[in-house]
């Protein structure tokens, strides 16, 4: 449990020491006019206030990922904890706020102009398809697991079929209709449910205080598997919403056309990353107990045991009958609030490439209807393909974290030509660049597959091109 407590007060400190750090170097001016008054239109720029900003955006963030990421990452074991920490304090909150205050300052840009602005026009247009098709692979990931959820709670009648048409329509409805009529009013609700699950299962921790593994037990790797899955890159990919993930700053853009003051700035995107990192650590140490028993060196779960198992068995045996229930519900709505703004966000990223105004609701429309018409054949694939769900689950995680690899250096571009302190976010931009070269050489299933070493000295070669490419071609901005 001290492995436990010192995580949970360094994340804590975090958003005080480091996050005050960040924003120093951003450096916010509290008399700008900010674009939700400027380009208000009452459906995506329009002025709300803070603590419902802020829970919009953690919500939006939040989904399942800092929930089964973490619980597949604690595989790993005490390591997950590192992870967890400083990934999201000097990586994954530096790149959550950072994108959300450059989206701010560029009138509430979405994320592939603001590629485009410092990595080039060509980038910006790969980015822009790259992240449409993120967006669709969010939404479609989380409908199926929230719809099969709900079938479980219900009559037969409401199958998961029933359900995934259900949540369909709502997706739809939340993409279409100003941000304050459903998003606004029900998140709420929906990050009380997350809130209460996540502080629920902490309190649970205290009181049974059950053993957990601590760092001076070692870092060694404890995945069951862990011949074919190497704590690095693996771990890092497996726990991304928990520490960085790419999608945050799909969505910053969102908040940063609601935002009234500059000020804001770092409890709604700092701070949304910071608790996110809190509710990731609840379950790594949580899951690390029910997956290894430490007393008795046995393992609880069979490896492969699904996550939504792990989540269900862990409510039950802490929280009784009705904990379990409400714990379950917080685990419906977590992927419901982020696959509604999934969709919005590939919207405006169509909507701001074409220069299309989204105040009319005909024009909102005919962007709408073929997005989801493309989602509903990749959701079609994926009930339909014994490994469908599997399948699009893996490449949403790795595409997922390569868009916070093109994030991260266009901030760091960005930091550069401001003759900021660009260090800041070289140093992870060079670390998640290495990790996503190397997933894709030594993951087998769906990627190269190729040996460890080779994977690592492959992926090191394409980092260290890409990092000697920002000195020699940044030198022609600054």
Known sequence: MISFVLSLCLLIAGYFIYGRLTEKIFGIDIQRRMPAFEQQDGIDFLPMKTWKVFMIQFLNIAGLGPIFGAIMGAKFGIS????????????????????????????GASLPEIHGKYLGNGVKQFMRGFMVVLMILVGVVFVIGPAGLLANLTPDYLNTSVWIGIIIIYYFLATMLPIDKIIGKIYPFFGICIL??????????????????????????????????????????????????????TQSPLMARCLTNERYGRPVFFGAMIIEGVVALIWAAAASYFFYDTE?????????????????????????????????????????????????SARLIIADGLHV????????????????????????????????FETIWRYFAWTNQTLAVFTLWAITVYLRQQRKPYLLTLIPAAFMTMVCSTFVFVQKDGFLGLDATVSY??????????????????????
């Open 196 to 249: 209460f699950m996540a502080v629920g299962v902490m309190v649970c921790l205290f009181l049974h205080h059950p053993v957990l593994p601590e760092l001076w037990d070692g870092l060694g790797n404890r995945h069951p598997q862990a011949a074919s899955n190497p704590v690095f890159p693996m771990m890092f990919v497996s726990i991304a919403c928990g520490a960085i993930s790419g999608f945050h700053a």
């Open 457 to 478: 000295l492959l992926g090191g070669g394409i980092t260290l091109i890409v990092v000697v490419l920002f000195f020699v071609l940044g030198k022609r901005t600054v």
């Open 80 to 107: 997950s904890y590192l992870w967890i920490v400083f990934g999201s304090i000097f990586a994954g909150a530096v790149h959550d706020y950072l994108a959300g205050m450059m989206s701010l300052r560029m009138g």
């Open 296 to 344: 008795n060196g046995k393992a609880l779960f069979e490896t492969g045991t699904n996550a939504a198992i792990i989540v269900n068995d862990i409510a039950r045996s802490w929280m009784g009958q009705l904990g379990a229930v409400l714990v379950v519900l917080g685990v419906i709505f977590a992927p419901i609030s982020t696959g509604d703004t999934a969709f919005r």
């Open 357 to 388: 105004s989204q105040k009319p609701v005909l024009k909102r429309l005919w962007i709408a209807l073929p997005l989801f018409a493309v989602a509903l054949v990749v959701l079609f694939f994926s009930l339909y393909d014994k490994n469908g």
